[in-house]
Each structure stands twice: as structure tokens, then as C-alpha cells.
């Protein structure tokens, strides 16, 4: 057990990693050439994402949510918010990744944390792809022994809004946070209880677009840690004011710079190596 605590691909950052899933690799382990091939790809990918993509696309938003807001208009606090939901995505899934090569190259298989949740068509579906192992934890240890979905339904209400608090709370002691964490309680309980059905029934673009856009709102939420700075984000993102394209030049010409990864954060959000032809054995 003290080797497991102690192991430091899974003890920072990655996947939350359960004893059982390693339990018995800790004795009985084999270091192969394949695993460790794999697991330094892995990790390679990983780093990619962490320093080409998530730490450049990061100066989108740095630079919108520092100026002017009647500069940069409308349509930049949404890029912003774009930017910074593919921010912390290649952030926690570069950190998984890294951890989950690491493992194997010491012949530690670690279950995947992320399933490409901006493909997702509801919130329900974004949370089912989204830092799986942190959504699995707190229902085996916090729904589910409160009783979950067998119980009254003001309790199940209850029992999800407890969860998602502590949701926000372990991201940080913060009130956005915890904020966050209700704003998702809230519409999780919306989808299953009004309009889940009605979601069944629409087509998977209109259903994508409406995840998106609140995902895009729980990421302003969660990013800003001022509520001054939140609500004038929010206001701008559906206030329709134009942009002075001059002027966001003139502000910080670096964010011309931090646009080119854009595009190529769009694409690698998408589960596109599943679309492309093996390379051949050499």
C-alpha cells in the first residue's frame, strides 16, 4: 500500500488511480519493450499537449480577460472561452496521458481518464467523458452511499447536489468553484428529470451545439475566480458588441501569435487517430 501512495506517475496529476486497479501489478508487474514503446509515446503525446498546445492556447484568454472588454467585443470572449475549454483539456488529458505512459513503462496499466468529452451531446455525456476517474470516485464513495437514485426523489435531488458541491470544492476552495460544481448539479438534474426526452429527440448537431454552449458558460465560471470579472465575461459573450480588430492588435500583438494553435486544438479534440491508417511495422 505505501508503494502504491508512493507512485509518483498517478500522485500529482492523471488519472485517479484505485488500489485494486494496480493491486496486483504492485506484485506480479512484467517491464516489457512493447509496454515501455507505448508508454513513452504516451507520454510524448501527453507533453505535446501540455507545452504546444494547452500553454500557448492559454494567451487567448489570458490576454482577452486582462483588456478591454470594448476592444476586444463579443466575439473574442467567446473565442476566449473556446480557448480556454481546450486549455484545460489538453492540460488534465495531457496530464493523464503523461501519467498513463509512465505507468506503463514500468508495467502499470492505468484505466483512461478522458474519452474526447467536446464530442459529447448533452452534460450528461460530457461528464461520462470528462476526467472519468474523478466522476467514478465521487459516485462509488459520496452518491452512492448516500443512497443515489434508490431513495425519495427530494433525497436522489439531494444526493446529486451534495456530490457536485463537493465537485467544485475539490477543484479548489474557491467560491467559483463551488459555483461550478451547482451550476452543474443543477442542469445535470434538468436533463434527467425535463428534458431528457426531448433531447433524445433532436438531431446530434442541435444537441451538440447545446452542450457546447453551456460548457463553454461552466468554463468562464470556473476560470474566473472574481465575480466582477465573471459577470462582465458572461455579459459580454451575449451583449452582441462588436470588436475593434485594430485594437486587439494594438493591445497585445502576442495574441495573433497565440491564435495559430487554435485551429489545430479544434482537430486534436476530435477523436481523428481513430480515423487514420495505421503506420505500417517497420
Known amino acids: 500500500f505505501g508503494a502504491y501512495v508512493a507512485l509518483f506517475p498517478?500522485?500529482?496529476?492523471g488519472p485517479i488511480v484505485r488500489y485494486q486497479t494496480v493491486e496486483d501489478e504492485i506484485l506480479n508487474r512484467r517491464e516489457t519493450w512493447d509496454d515501455t514503446v507505448s508508454g513513452l509515446k504516451r507520454f510524448i503525446l501527453g507533453l505535446a499537449k501540455k507545452v504546444l498546445l494547452a500553454n500557448n492556447i492559454a494567451l487567448v484568454s489570458n490576454i482577452v480577460y486582462a483588456g478591454d472588454p470594448a476592444v476586444y467585443g463579443?466575439?473574442?470572449y467567446w473565442l476566449a472561452a473556446v480557448a480556454y475549454a481546450l486549455q484545460i483539456y489538453f492540460d488534465f488529458s495531457g496530464y493523464s496521458d503523461m501519467a498513463?505512459?509512465?505507468?506503463?513503462?514500468?508495467?502499470?496499466?492505468?484505466?483512461?481518464?478522458?474519452?474526447?468529452?467536446y464530442i459529447a451531446n448533452s452534460i450528461t455525456d460530457f461528464w461520462r467523458r470528462w476526467h472519468i476517474s474523478l466522476s467514478t470516485w465521487f459516485r462509488d464513495?459520496?452518491?452512492?452511499?448516500?443512497?443515489?437514485?434508490?431513495?425519495?426523489k427530494a433525497k436522489h435531488i439531494r444526493n446529486i447536489l451534495i456530490v457536485w458541491a463537493l465537485t467544485g470544492f475539490w477543484h479548489g476552495a474557491s467560491w467559483n468553484f463551488i459555483l461550478w460544481g451547482?451550476?452543474?448539479?443543477?442542469?445535470?438534474?434538468i436533463e434527467k428529470f425535463l428534458l431528457q426526452n426531448l433531447l433524445d429527440k433532436l438531431p446530434r448537431a442541435v444537441r451538440w451545439m447545446y452542450a457546447m454552449v453551456l460548457v463553454l458558460i461552466g468554463w468562464v465560471i470556473f476560470n474566473l475566480t472574481?465575480?466582477?470579472?465573471?459577470?462582465?465575461?458572461?455579459?459580454?459573450?451575449?451583449?452582441?458588441?462588436?470588436?475593434?480588430?485594430?485594437?486587439v492588435v494594438a493591445a497585445d500583438s502576442g495574441i495573433l501569435t497565440a491564435l495559430i494553435y487554435l485551429p489545430a486544438g479544434l482537430l486534436f479534440m476530435l477523436p481523428i487517430r481513430q480515423k487514420l491508417p495505421a503506420l505500417p511495422e517497420s
Open 141 to 152: 464513495y459520496i452518491y452512492i452511499p448516500l443512497g443515489g437514485s434508490r431513495t425519495t
Open 74 to 76: 463579443t466575439f473574442f
Open 226 to 247: 472574481d465575480f466582477a470579472r465573471m459577470r462582465e465575461a458572461l455579459g459580454m459573450m451575449f451583449s452582441f458588441r462588436p470588436t475593434d480588430f485594430v485594437g
Open 182 to 189: 451547482m451550476y452543474y448539479g443543477c442542469l445535470l438534474l
Open 10 to 13: 498517478q500522485l500529482i496529476a
Open 100 to 117: 498513463i505512459g509512465l505507468g506503463r513503462m514500468f508495467g502499470f496499466h492505468f484505466l483512461e481518464n478522458f474519452n474526447y468529452p
